[in-house]
């Protein structure tokens, strides 16, 4: 059965850093694009990064570009999302989530599996 | 384009047809998606495509585009189809993904 768990958030301080990672299972991971994708208390989703099933390439939204690095190990079925220099308007579940077309050199907004996301709070 | 447009809320009886709008200017050459998101849940898709259904979605969710405008209609809608809608798209370089901003559907 196809899953995504995502770890590692949590309460961290302003400017500080934390790593996110998401572990799948249940299909193989080198052949699809992952995104990241969050949402804000009381907001809607906002996507954050997409990162080609090679990891060839990656691009984020404005509001993260030059703070967050995406990347995949896909010796290990993982994906993680690396955070640099926090903001409070970055709390939000974070969620990880498959590009739904396999091997795709390209970016689709077809987000076919999520999961159940991890939740990060910057505050001091 | 760099927005796409959801009414925030929309109510329908128990049974009724409804129908969740999406407008953007980058509908003219790009497919919408869309997610359900009922709370503590994860997002799930839905609707893809022209008009696609994933395995499981019932066929009681349809999805029509006209112009910059993608909609989502539900036919006989039920309890269970009360949740927030998101639809997406990819932006004009084709790398980057939006979402509107939710509606949120009550089923009275």
């Known amino acids: 059965q196809v899953q995504l768990v995502e770890s590692g958030g949590g309460v961290v301080q302003p400017g500080r850093s934390l790593r996110l990672s998401c572990e799948v299972s249940?299909?193989?991971?080198?052949?699809?694009?992952m995104h990241w994708v969050r949402q804000a208390p009381g907001k809607g989703l906002e996507w954050v990064a997409v990162i080609w099933y090679d990891g060839s390439k990656k691009y984020y939204a404005d509001s993260v570009e030059g703070r967050f690095t995406i990347s995949r190990d896909n010796s290990k079925d993982t994906l993680f999302l690396q955070m640099n220099s926090l903001r409070g308007d970055d709390t939000a579940i974070y969620y990880c989530?498959?590009?739904?077309?396999?091997?795709?050199?390209?970016?689709?907004?077809?987000?076919?599996?999520w999961g159940p996301g991890t939740t990060v709070t910057v505050s001091s | 384009s760099s927005e796409l447009t959801q009414d925030p809320s929309v109510s329908v009886a128990l049974g009724q047809t409804v129908r969740i709008t999406c407008q953007g200017d980058g509908l003219r050459t790009a497919y919408a998606s869309w997610y359900q998101r009922k709370p503590g849940e994860a997002p799930l898709l839905v609707l893809y495509g022209n008009n696609d259904r994933p395995s499981g979605i019932p066929d009681r969710f349809s999805a029509s585009l006209s112009g910059t405008t993608a909609s989502l209609t539900i036919t006989g809608a039920q309890a269970e189809d009360e949740a927030d809608y998101y639809c997406n798209c990819r932006d004009s370089s084709g790398n980057h993904v939006m979402f509107g901003g939710g509606t949120k559907l009550t089923v009275l």
């Open positions: 249940g299909f193989t991971f080198r052949t699809y694009g």
């Open positions: 989530a498959r590009d739904g077309i396999s091997m795709l050199r390209g970016v689709s907004e077809r987000l076919d599996v």
